[in-house]
């Protein structure tokens, strides 16, 4: 185990860079997206423009597939999503033309997110930071919001999805009348919405708001068994295996049908012209994928050597165990993970070995 003002990983693997798939290697990715993002999103406040946290979802059901955006694959709902944003908001579509010069839009930060639950299966979305030139008066935000709705919606329509709803009349309803296909809310500070107040809501802890939204889907768990992120399906399904020997059990299908399905999809999008306007403002960590899942930065500490024997058999095969340990580190260090291990019923200095002064062993994890 690994810490550093970056937060915690895993050392002394193989890195593969792949961002969708790997604990390791996306984390340590993600870290910096999530640190690329704040910094810009800060920059940009200060310079007085207006931000902007959007979500745009497909309406599914269990039945339907992940599908895939390989060529001569192409389907499913991977496709529906990818085809409603580009019918929606390319840039060379006539609509995307006229709103972002209605609105003043400078450009816009996208990132890729899904999660599995065995009665609805598969929930593909995007999560958007839209930025213009200036914040929004209020009668313009509303504009905005129905204008961005209204295009998904049709979008969506016109990608083989089904519609989505732009309101909503059903009482108590979380989307508060805004329809469940489109949510976008003002981050701007001083705002007073909760939402608004997010994006700098754990600055005093040293940790980013809009960041960790945009940038950390490792770190969200799902709704239990309703709804789980995919290092959750990925923990269920090898507990599956381990348990049953079977490959064609629920959870290891779908995970496997991710693994297919993900493959080719851009996690992170950010518009040329949003990359034009932050030239001039905050300097950006530009490293590749690959180039951030091979360096191992200097200022990670290791505090923790954990056997293989210990990995496989005490952690990889039960659920959310990976993940409570980047936590545990992140927060505590040491001792995190040493109070942690042992409430497994692990043995401190046995099992799970305090790290020496020069790393930790080629043949440990």
């Keep these: 185990m690994l810490t550093g003002s970056r937060g915690a990983s895993f050392g002394g693997v193989r890195t593969c860079h792949s961002v969708h798939m790997c604990p390791w290697c996306g984390a340590k990715i993600l870290a910096v997206r999530a640190e690329n993002i704040q910094a810009a999103a800060d920059a940009l406040h200060e310079a007085g423009y207006g931000l902007y946290l959007g979500s745009h979802v497909l309406r599914h059901y269990g039945r339907q597939q992940y ?58 979305h995007w999560h958007v930071l839209w930025v213009t030139s200036r914040p929004l008066t209020e009668e313009e935000f509303e504009r905005f919001r129905r204008r961005l709705a209204e295009m998904w919606r049709d979008a969506v329509l016109g990608a083989g999805g ?28 001083g705002e007073q919405d909760a939402a608004a107040r997010y994006l700098y809501k754990d600055g005093d802890k040293g940790r980013a708001g809009i960041g960790l939204e945009l940038a950390r889907g490792d770190l969200k768990d799902g709704r239990g068994h309703l ?22 059990g629920p959870f290891v299908t779908a995970y496997r049908e991710r693994e297919f399905g993900v493959n080719g999809i851009r996690k992170h999008y950010r518009t040329q012209s949003l990359n ?25 500490v290791p505090i923790a050597v954990i056997p293989a024997e210990t990995w496989y ?53």
């Design 276 to 300: 034009r306007t932050l030239d001039g403002l905050v300097e950006q960590d530009e490293r590749t994928d690959a180039e951030i899942a091979a360096d191992d930065g200097q200022d990670l």
């Design 67 to 124: 599908g895939s955006l390989r060529r001569g694959q192409r389907g499913g709902l991977v496709v529906v999503l990818h085809d409603s944003w580009r019918g929606a908001f390319g840039s060379a579509g006539r609509p995307w033309r006229r709103l972002r010069d209605e609105f003043g839009i400078v450009g816009y930060e996208r990132a890729f997110e899904d999660t599995w639950g065995p009665a609805t299966g598969w929930h593909l």
């Design 227 to 248: 709804r789980m992120s995919p290092l959750q399906l990925g923990d269920l399904a090898a507990a599956e295996l381990a348990e049953t020997g079977e490959t064609d």
């Design 162 to 189: 089904y519609e989505v709803s732009t309101t909503c009349d059903r009482p108590g309803c979380p989307c508060e009348g805004r329809g469940h296909g489109t949510d976008v809310r003002p981050i701007n500070a």
């Design 313 to 365: 058999r005490h952690i990889v095969r039960h659920t959310g165990r990976r993940l409570a340990l980047l936590r545990a580190t992140e927060s505590l260090g040491e001792v995190g993970v040493r109070t942690l291990i042992e409430g497994w019923g692990l043995e401190w200095g046995r099992d799970v070995l305090p790290a020496p002064a020069e790393g930790p062993p080629a043949s440990q994890a």
